[in-house]
């Protein structure tokens, strides 16, 4: 597994915005797909956006479409996830992940992804 480190989470009001940042310890250019979970009281993880370490493409959850941009630096081995125009359901703890060793199917299930940050907590208040 690659350790994984997030930062950026907080407080918001409605309207607001954020950036979260997840370093890797490393890169493995087999592990295709580096997104961002989030898991809210009560609720299932989900996720929100995923990008293609490789190509580069982007994958987002039709809740965040327009208002949320993954992108990511090869140079730090990050991920980012600039969040606009927050609302008070996009309230959870978000997780930085990185998909298994040479898979290559869907980009959105849990158990495909074997490494995961501890979490950051995002709270958005009207």
């Known amino acids: 597994q690659v350790q994984l480190v997030e930062s950026g989470g907080g407080s918001v009001q409605v309207g607001g915005s954020l950036t979260l940042s997840c370093a890797a310890s490393?890169?493995?250019?087999?592990?295709?797909?580096m997104g961002w979970f989030r898991q809210a009281p009560g609720k299932e993880r989900e996720g929100v956006a995923v990008?293609?370490?490789?190509?580069?493409?982007?994958y987002y959850a039709n809740s965040v479409k327009g208002r949320f941009t993954i992108f990511r630096d090869n140079a730090d081995n990050a991920v980012y996830l600039q969040m606009n125009s927050l609302e008070p359901d996009d309230t959870a703890v978000y997780y930085c992940?990185?998909?298994?060793?040479?898979?290559?199917?869907?980009?959105w299930g849990v158990g495909n992804y074997d490494s995961w940050g501890q979490g950051t907590q995002v709270t958005v208040s009207s």
């Open positions: 490393e890169y493995t250019a087999s592990r295709a797909y």
């Open positions: 990008i293609h370490t490789g190509v580069r493409s982007t």
């Open positions: 992940a990185l998909s298994r060793p040479y898979y290559s199917g869907g980009v």
